[in-house]
T-cell receptor
């Protein structure tokens, strides 16, 4: 059974600081997603990481994937208040009939204080 | 091109009633996924459907829950005889093909009283 673990689950940080969220997963998968969710809202896709060593950046967020270590990171640079949200990583399940569905981590609740 | 449309956005049901949640995928998408999100939790996969077929329902409770995606019309997630523990946000996602990125709807927040 595929398990996805994120840490930390809660993070309070000050504006201007840097921090990293970690996502470990338990079985082979070569597709990992990062999503953002604001309270009461749907999920916004941030990054899709498809291969070992993939690195993607958008503004103050950068995501990377190490498929050998089964680890992805989401790095926040010089945080601003607008980045306060819950961030989920999700890994594509591989079932007997092929890949389907995503297995999500529990999410990292990020609060950025002015 | 409208995104994934779910309705209703909020649904209140008394214990024992039925809940029907609808999901219209994006135009051109024939793959639909349903997920459930409990408060303060990540999303849990429930079921994966293509037109007229259930491909994987391994995440769906065996009793009271059913899903369909007919040839015409939206996908329906049906919960019979709802209980308080069914209260959650239910999200639908769609994709054009297998193994391509799925796009999420706004979700239906079900409250069982």
């Amino acid at each position: 059974e595929l398990k996805v673990e994120q840490n930390p689950l809660f993070l309070s940080m000050q504006e201007g600081k840097n921090y990293t969220i970690y996502c470990n997963y338990s079985t082979t998968s070569d597709r990992l997603y990062w999503y953002r969710q604001d309270p009461g809202k749907s999920l916004e896709s941030l990054f899709v990481l498809l291969s070992n060593g993939a690195v993607k950046q958008e503004g103050r967020l950068m995501a990377s994937l190490d498929t050998k270590a089964r680890l992805s990171t989401l790095h926040i640079t010089a945080a601003v208040h607008d980045l306060s949200a819950t961030y989920f990583c999700a890994v594509l399940r591989i079932s007997g009939g092929g890949a389907d569905g995503l297995t999500f981590g529990k999410g990292t609740h990020l609060i950025i204080q002015p | 091109n409208a995104g994934v449309m779910q309705n209703p956005r909020h649904l209140v049901r008394r214990r024992g009633q039925e809940a029907r949640l609808r999901c219209s995928p994006m135009k051109g998408h024939s793959h639909v996924y349903w997920y459930r999100q409990l408060p303060e939790e990540g999303l849990k996969f429930m079921v994966y459907l293509q037109k007229e077929n259930i491909i994987d329902e391994s995440g769906m409770p065996k009793e009271r829950f059913s899903a369909e995606f007919p040839k015409e019309g939206p996908s329906i997630l049906r919960i019979q005889q709802v209980v308080r523990g069914d209260s959650a946000a239910y999200f639908c996602a769609s994709s054009p093909q297998l193994n391509t990125e799925a796009f999420f709807g706004q979700g239906t927040r079900l409250t069982v009283v």
